[in-house]
């Protein structure tokens, strides 16, 4: 089969906050469709790794491609077109406060430059999506850490993103709550229809869900390949760990 | 920079200018609330603008009698002039005048005060004219030639004389700067100059002088401005002062040693006076040894001053041989010695010093002098009324606040500044000075216990001049000045004698604080001796006095001296006065709102903004500059825009103050007004603008202020 541009290819990214070293020359693809899982130690640069990709932080060397295009190189609006197409859904879900939970998901949309109308349409079958039709009026407040993650998904979901980033997205859940946030993650990366990154430490999702498996260690990919093969036979230290999660 | 996107900058700038303009309106308002207020107190003790002419003060005790007589009197005169009682203010009861329509004449305004002096316990009067403007410091012929003129000024009412102003009434308010601008470039375009002439060549012609003068020179306006004292001119008026105290100072007379010259004029003597010491040729005399400095002959008799000590250091050893035989009004006789260059020289002759008091000279300079001593008297008792304003004026460099010390000490200093008023020019307002210096001396003197000299027991000055004192200095003065004015012939000798309370005022003053001031005063009129005639002419401010010189002296043939000087000072009314205070303090509390609003906005408002930006596409360094300009900006306008004024900050500083303010802000930022940075990282993740975060997600979570409320307006989700 012939080799696609791949949705997004990282390439060779490095990033410091003065003297420490988050990314040391990172490199990945993600393509269309395609669920890959990145793992490792909390501190490796898995947050950097994503906020850089929707540049939310600025990097130092190395180039990031999205469907081709480099985004190194954009200008405020090329940024924020390039943010419409990529969701990305964060550890501690980050909803406005202030706003109901229909509002957090036209938000996007609405101020994307879409009709109201329309807007809510959409925003509705996101909500439905995540099972949160019927809480659509309530505030964020008023909704459980899962229910509030599950918000956050249909709000990156509406806006019908080609690529989805996921920074440890059930790591501030209460363990009981983990599961429904992982079914619809799950749900997402069946449908293939959105490429999705996710830094995660679930490895029973990385395990079922993931096409491929990325281990980062101190700013590095350490290892990358099938959930079977890296999880099968880890050559790293790290990727022994989580194996050993996986079999205890 | 991309917050300008959505239209969020443009509304952020409508939120500064509305509060710009709200706060101004705040600011100015409650000033003008707070001005309001206190113009009412203000109106209470003034009545309101344009209700009242005139006050006049009458003398506590005398209230009631004056409460009767006032109304009698006035409308005798002027029917419908209605009298209003007012608050009484340090021993003075005050009744406000209401001068009719029909009566509203320069003519009748000026002879009103003439009418109070019947008035029993009369004390002097203020004028009420409103709107005013006064001018001030003017010789006689410069006020009555202004007088006309200003009448002639578009917008100008009336002009009314009194003293050595005019008082200058305005159809509007309105007008006031524009006639004050008119009176000034008058005032300013034309200089007085005194013309001197070398005695004893007969009379010279003012009115053709000023003519010959103006044509050689080319002026615009030259008049001859000589009051009707004639040649006898400027310094007539201080030199009538200097005679009328003169007649207060004890004369000293010299008899020469048998067979020798009397001193000469001009010569010192040394007496011993109160000291126990006798002078001793060769030897300094002492502080305590009588100084007399000679003035003038007497046919053999050398007659004298004291120019240090008192006639009352002198004991009395009982009327000793006065070398004229007579020994009335005389109380002894003892040895005068000359001083030669700060020595004690050979024995001159014998002393003896004359009863001083009344002694006003000749019968037939009596009355003229008699007449001055009126119109110095009404100068004076004006004078009084200001002494606490002269008393800060003079008040001594130490700051104090208080004159203590020596009285002589103080009277001396008193003089100096005397001498420097007088070259200074404002010859009106130095004959004040000068008898308002003599009074304060004079009670500065009475004040003292008995016996005490020049001792450092004296009370200070302010001391002596209590409220009370002061009122009956007032007091008497005015009936001087009435008295005065009525009196014709030669009644004056019986009128003095019958007004003993001024005798017994002013003889207090030591003989050498009295000379000190008649010295004063010799400096400025020339000399102790005749001076010859003197005119003064009122011309165009640009010819120089050289000219002036030049030009008298070819249309004269005699030697001219000149002294030019200003022609006088516009000044508001009092009420202007007041208003100006209080427009003082309607604009420091319009200042300090605008400091309030300026730093309530920036609380409210600008903190979140600043704080939000840091998570923006702003340069952190751009964040503080952005504060301190806000700052500025905000503070600024609303300052300007609010009329706020105060006295200590100029406009610098004041954009200084607000810079720093938001600068401050800028600095506390994420204290004063929080914001959530994850809401705003989960907006950006949306593709949202700054500008659409700030509406949406920053702005909205913010404090109450304007920005909410403009904002509102264009808000997506409520
Ligand atoms: N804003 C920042 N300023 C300074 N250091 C940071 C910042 N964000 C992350 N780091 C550092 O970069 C490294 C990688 O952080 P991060 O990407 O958050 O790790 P992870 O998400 O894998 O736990 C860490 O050492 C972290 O301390
Ligand atoms: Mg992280």
């Excluded at chain 2, 008049?223 to 002062?241: F, I, K, N, Q, R």
């Amino acid at each position: 089969m012939a080799k696609k541009t791949p949705l997004l290819k990282v390439d060779g990214i490095h990033k410091r906050y003065g003297d420490r070293v988050a990314l040391a020359g990172v490199s990945l693809t993600v393509a269309p469709g395609e669920t890959v899982a990145v793992m490792g130690p909390s501190g490796c640069g898995k947050s950097t790794l994503l906020r850089c990709i929707v540049r939310l932080t600025d990097w130092d060397k190395g180039e990031i491609y999205f469907d081709g295009r480099p985004v190194g190189p954009m200008d405020h609006g090329a940024i924020r077109a390039l943010r419409r197409q990529i969701g990305f859904v964060f550890q501690h879900f980050q909803l406005i406060e202030r706003l109901s939970v229909l509002d957090n998901v036209l938000l996007g949309l609405v101020l994307g430059g879409m009709d109201r109308r329309a807007a809510e349409k959409r925003a509705l079958a996101a909500l439905r999506r995540v099972r949160l039709e019927h809480e659509h009026s309530l505030r964020p407040a008023e909704l459980s850490g899962g229910q509030r993650q599950r918000v956050a998904i249909a709000r990156a979901l509406a806006m019908e993103p080609r690529l989805m980033l996921w920074d440890e997205p059930t790591a501030a859940l209460d363990p009981v709550l983990v599961g429904e946030v992982l079914d619809i993650m799950e749900e997402l990366a069946n449908d293939r229809k959105t490429g999705m990154l996710v830094v995660t430490h679930e490895v029973r999702f990385a395990r079922h869900a993931a096409d491929r498996v990325i281990i980062l260690d101190r700013g590095r990919v350490l290892e990358e390949g099938p959930p079977e093969q890296v999880f099968g036979n880890p050559r790293s230290y790290v990727g022994r760990q989580y194996r050993r999660l996986l079999v205890g | 920079m991309s917050l300008l996107q959505d239209g969020f900058w443009k509304d952020y700038l409508l939120a500064v200018a509305a509060t710009i303009l709200v706060g101004a309106l705040v600011a100015s308002s409650a000033a003008h609330g707070l001005d309001a207020a206190l113009d009412r107190a203000a109106d209470g003790i003034l009545g309101e603008a344009g209700q009242y002419d005139l006050i006049v003060h009458i003398r506590q005790d005398y209230r009631e009698a004056a409460a009767r007589e006032l109304p009698l009197v006035l409308s005798g005169h002027y029917e419908g002039v209605r009298v209003e009682r007012a608050i009484t203010v340090a021993g003075n009861a005050n009744f406000l005048i209401d001068v009719p329509a029909e009566h509203y004449r320069a003519d009748v305004l000026e002879s009103l005060p003439s009418l109070l002096g019947q008035i029993p316990g009369f004390n002097g009067y203020t004028w009420l004219l409103e709107p005013s403007l006064t001018v001030t410091g003017l010789r006689p012929g410069v006020r009555d030639r202004l007088a006309g003129e200003a009448a002639a000024v578009p917008g100008v009412r009336l002009a009314v004389r009194h003293g050595s102003s005019v008082t200058v009434v305005l159809e509007e308010v309105q007008d006031q700067s524009r006639v004050a601008d008119a009176l000034n470039r008058l005032l300013s375009g034309r200089q007085l100059v005194e013309l001197g002439f070398p005695p004893g060549e007969g009379p010279v012609d003012g009115t053709e002088v000023a003519a010959s003068v103006k044509d050689a020179v080319g002026a615009r306006f030259a008049a001859d401005v000589t009051p009707d004292g004639g040649e006898d001119g400027a310094p007539a008026g201080l030199d009538g002062l200097r005679r009328f105290l003169e007649s207060f100072g004890s004369r000293v007379r010299i008899a020469p040693v048998p067979g020798s010259e009397p001193p000469l004029v001009g010569q010192r003597l040394v007496l011993q006076g109160g000291s126990p010491e006798r002078p001793v040729p060769g030897k300094p005399p002492a502080a305590d040894h009588v100084i007399v400095e000679i003035t003038h002959r007497d046919g053999d008799v050398a007659v004298g001053r004291i120019e240090q000590g008192d006639r009352s250091e002198i004991p009395d050893t009982a009327a000793a041989t006065a070398a004229d035989g007579s020994s009335d009004g005389r109380r002894e006789a003892m040895p005068a010695y000359r001083l030669d260059q700060g020595f004690v020289g050979p024995l001159a002759g014998t002393a003896a010093v004359e009863e001083p008091g009344w002694n006003p000279g000749d019968p037939e300079s009596g009355a003229l002098l008699w007449h001055r001593v009126g119109e110095l008297a009404r100068a004076a008792a004006e004078a009084a009324g200001q002494v606490d304003r002269w008393l800060v004026l003079v008040g001594p460099a130490d700051g104090t606040g208080a004159v203590a010390g020596e009285t002589g000490e103080a009277t001396r200093e008193l003089a100096q500044r005397l001498v420097k008023s007088l070259r200074s020019g404002d010859g009106a307002g130095a004959v004040r000075e000068t008898l308002l210096t003599v009074i304060m001396a004079a009670l500065a003197q009475n004040a003292k216990p008995d016996g005490d000299g020049a001792g450092s027991g004296a009370p200070g000055i302010p001391e002596a001049l209590s409220p009370d004192r002061l009122a009956a200095l007032r007091d008497s003065l005015n009936r001087l000045a009435e008295a005065a004015g009525q009196l014709q012939g030669d009644e004056w000798q019986d009128a003095l004698r019958s007004m003993p309370e001024i005798g017994a005022l002013l003889p207090e003053l030591r003989d050498d604080e009295l000379t000190r001031i008649l010295q004063a005063l010799e400096e400025w009129t020339g000399a102790a001796g005749g001076h010859g005639p003197r005119i003064e002419l009122w011309i165009d401010a640009s010819v120089p006095a050289e000219e002036i010189r030049r030009a008298a002296e070819e249309a004269t043939g005699r030697a001219v001296t000149v002294r030019p000087s200003a022609s006088g000072v516009v000044s508001p009314s009092p009420r202007s006065l007041v208003t100006g205070v209080l427009d003082d303090v309607r604009r420091s509390v319009a200042a300090l709102l605008a400091f309030l609003v300026a730093a309530l906005s920036l609380i409210l408002d600008h903190a979140i903004v600043l704080a939000a930006m840091r998570y923006l596409s702003v340069p952190d360094t751009a964040i503080r500059p952005a504060g301190a300009a806000i700052g500025a900006l905000l503070l600024g306008a609303v300052y300007g825009l609010s009329g706020a004024r105060l006295p200590f900050a100029g406009h610098w500083a004041v954009l200084a103050a607000g810079a720093l303010l938001g600068l401050l802000t800028a600095a506390l930022a994420e204290r004063l007004g929080p914001v959530n940075a994850e809401e705003i990282v989960a907006g950006q993740s949306l593709g949202l603008s700054d500008g659409q975060i700030m509406r949406e997600i920053v702005v909205p979570a913010g404090r109450p202020g304007m920005m909410v409320l403009v904002n509102r307006r264009r808000r997506r989700f409520r």
